[in-house]
C-alpha cells in the first residue's frame, strides 16, 4: 500500500479481525481437504483438487491483504479528529436537517449502514474537511450539501 499509513476506526478493526479469524478457520477446513490420497484419482478427483488450491490461494491472499492493513494501521495510530481522513467518525448535518454519525472506511461492509466509503461522493467531499465545514457533493438525486459538526465521537447536540 502507497503512501503513509492510514488509520482506522476501532469498530471496522474489529471487522477486519473477525474476517480474518473467520479466513483462517476456512482455510484451514480447505487446507485439510487437499493432498489426502496417495492415489492420482480420475479427472474429477483432479479438477476438485485443483479447485480447492485455487480457492486456498485466494484465502491466503485476502488474510495477507487483511494482515497487511491491521499492522498498517497499527502503526498508523488512532484516526485524526482534527480533519475527516479514512477511519474517522464524523457527524454531519445534511441539507434536510437530518443528523447522522458516519464511519469513514476505505471499503464497503455489509454489516454497516453507517459507513461512507472514501471513494463515494460524499466521502471524498468530506475527506479534509473539519468540524464547521459546509461541503458540497454530487449526489444520486442531484447536488446536495452537508456540514460537519464533529469529529470523533457523536456530538452531544445532535
Keep these: 500500500m502507497a503512501g503513509e499509513p492510514r488509520p482506522i476506526s476501532g469498530e471496522a478493526r474489529r471487522a477486519l479481525e473477525q474476517e480474518l479469524a473467520d479466513l483462517r478457520a476456512e482455510r484451514a477446513t480447505v487446507a485439510a481437504t487437499l493432498g489426502g490420497t ?14 480447492r488450491a485455487n480457492q486456498l490461494e485466494r484465502l491466503d491472499d485476502r488474510i495477507t491483504q487483511i494482515t497487511d492493513r491491521l499492522h498498517e494501521s497499527a502503526s498508523a495510530g488512532l484516526p485524526s479528529t482534527d480533519a475527516v481522513g479514512v477511519g474517522s467518525t464524523v457527524t454531519v448535518r445534511f441539507a434536510d436537517g437530518t443528523v447522522e454519525t458516519v464511519q469513514i472506511s476505505e471499503m464497503a461492509e455489509e454489516r454497516a449502514h453507517t459507513l461512507v466509503t472514501a471513494d463515494s461522493p460524499l466521502g471524498r467531499a468530506l475527506l479534509g474537511h473539519r468540524a464547521g465545514d459546509t461541503v458540497g457533493y454530487d449526489a444520486p438525486d442531484g447536488r446536495s450539501t452537508v456540514t460537519v459538526l464533529s469529529l470523533g465521537e457523536p456530538s452531544e447536540d445532535t
Design 38 to 51: 496417495d492415489s492420482p484419482g480420475d479427472a474429477a478427483d483432479q479438477a476438485d483438487e485443483l479447485q
